[in-house]
């Protein structure tokens, strides 16, 4: 499996421990965040991760910004990208069982560390339920 990661200054303390998590589990990670605590602009770190999803060269994407809104908002303009916005662990597998997630964006300020490695891994380990699902999943992109 191998994952693109995108940080703003409010998640690279978030970034180092999700990327330190899949890197033990055997996940190769693409990081394309910043590793510094120095204010940034989001979208110069979505892109990259969008665009790896979009191209197919990932399985899946990880954005995390302070509110996770501007990642998310950013990342979802390209075709064929499904970010999703997780504050806990219910949402998180909603997000892959129900619309097909394939970008899990985090809001670093309202989260914990711990429910953060617990969404990663729960994001990972959910399958897309299909069905009723996929016909709303299709309707999903505009161009």
């Known amino acids: 499996m191998k994952i693109a990661i995108g940080n ?5 303390e978030y970034k180092f421990a999700i990327v330190a998590y899949l890197e033990s589990q055997g996940i190769e990670v693409i990081n394309y965040g910043t590793d510094e605590d120095s204010s940034v602009d989001y979208p110069d770190f ?3 991760v ?3 999803i979009e191209k197919g060269t990932v399985d899946f994407g990880i954005l995390i910004c302070g509110s996770g809104n501007g990642v998310s908002m950013t990342a979802n303009k390209y075709k064929n990208v499904r970010a999703g916005l997780c504050w806990t662990d219910e949402i998180t ?9 394939n970008i899990i964006s985090i809001p670093a300020r ?7 490695i617990e969404m990663v891994k ?3 380990a959910t399958e ?5 699902h996929q016909n709303r999943v ?3 992109a505009m161009c």
Do not use: C, M, Y
């Open 128 to 132: 897309f339920e299909g069905g009723r």
């Open 46 to 48: 979505v892109h990259p």
């Open 110 to 116: 309202f989260t914990s560390l711990p429910q953060v």
């Open 122 to 124: 729960t994001f990972l």
């Open 138 to 140: 299709n309707k999903i």
């Open 8 to 12: 703003d200054h409010a998640g690279t």
């Open 50 to 52: 969008a665009k790896e």
């Open 93 to 101: 597998r909603l997000v892959r069982e129900h619309n097909n997630a």
